[in-house]
């Protein structure tokens, strides 16, 4: 049996944050602001693997309210999302995801995200795909202030 899941995430970009992105610390002179690291790319991730199975999103887990998430690294996050479908008898097949920013350019560090959702899903390399894409300066991604972030994922029953 399979099921799809679909994640979509922003955050504001600000000044004297760290730009973290698919667990990749991006020299940049803005971060994104948040509760948790602010990972956008993590965060659309996990919701598309809670969404394909009916679990709401990373908000009811890992409420912003909660000061034991401040700062939190949101590969811990995706961690425990995936271990959730494992319990559940389901695991990532495949997981296709677009980050939209104007800036920095992402390409260089596209590869190392791939690794760390490799990593952090549990499947073989190429099951994962990263893009970014600007908005050719139109709209809050175009004018640089929040980068936003969407993902897909098919999900599969673990066999027994
Ligand atoms: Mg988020």
């Given amino acids: ?7 979509f995430d922003v955050h504001r ?3 004297d944050r760290p730009l973290i992105l698919g667990g990749v610390t991006i020299p940049y002179e803005y971060g ?3 509760h948790s690291d602010a990972d956008v790319l993590l965060h659309a991730v996990s919701d598309a693997i809670l969404g394909a199975l009916g679990l709401g ?3 009811r887990y890992f409420p912003d309210t909660d000061a034991a998430y401040k700062g939190i690294d949101s ?5 425990y999302v995936v271990d959730m479908a494992q319990a559940r008898g389901f695991r990532v097949s495949n997981l296709d995801t677009t980050i939209v920013a104007q800036r920095p350019r992402l390409a260089p560090h596209v590869a190392e995200m791939v690794t760390n959702l490799t990593r952090a899903c549990q499947i073989p390399s190429g099951c994962v795909n ?3 894409t600007t908005t050719e300066q ?3 991604a175009g004018r640089g202030e929040g980068i936003s972030a969407y993902a897909v994922v098919l999900m599969a029953a673990t066999e027994n």
């Fill in 1 to 7: 049996m399979m099921r799809i899941g679909h994640g």
């Fill in 130 to 132: 990263v893009k970014a």
């Fill in 13 to 15: 970009l600000v000044p």
């Fill in 75 to 79: 590969m811990l996050l995706l961690k």
């Fill in 57 to 59: 999103d990373i908000g």
């Fill in 138 to 140: 139109l709209g809050y």
């Fill in 32 to 34: 994104l602001l948040g």
